[in-house]
Nanobody, 121 residues
Framework: QVDLAESGGGSVRTGGSLGLSCVASGQIFNIATMAWYRQTPGNEREFLARARDDGQTTYAPSVKGRFTITRVGAGHAVYLDMVDLKPEDSGTYYC???????????????WGQGIQVTVSA
């Protein structure tokens, strides 16, 4: 079992900045990817950014150039730096991790509980 602890977020005005952190703990052999998704009421969870253990990052077009994802903490944590925020960036942000368990080397996907980001005009 792995726990993803999210922190950061909050409220900011248009053009402001926020940072989100996600720390993984538990039975971990390796974390191949860590990512952030966003969900708004009535909509499906939307991919925002992903960081692989080899350093490669991927961004959704809607956030590219404004959001930066960074793996930290020996790869067991990820930080999302968000600048030039817009009202449409508001939503619940979820951390996601693809984890390989020790001993069995079974892959699992985990989600955090979600953290709120609100951007006002």
């Amino acid at each position: 079992q792995v726990d993803l602890a999210e922190s950061g977020g909050g409220s900011v005005r248009t053009g402001g900045s926020l940072g989100l952190s996600c720390v993984a703990s538990g039975q971990i052999f390796n974390i191949a990817t860590m990512a952030w998704y966003r969900q708004t009421p009535g909509n499906e969870r939307e991919f925002l950014a992903r960081a692989r253990d080899d350093g490669q990052t991927t961004y959704a077009p809607s956030v590219k150039g404004r959001f930066t994802i960074t793996r930290v903490g020996a790869g067991h944590a990820v930080y999302l730096d968000m600048v030039d925020l817009k009202p449409e960036d508001s939503g619940t942000y979820y951390c996601n991790a693809d984890v390989t368990a020790p001993v069995t080397y079974t892959p699992y996907t985990y989600w955090g509980q979600g953290i709120q980001v609100t951007v006002s005009a």
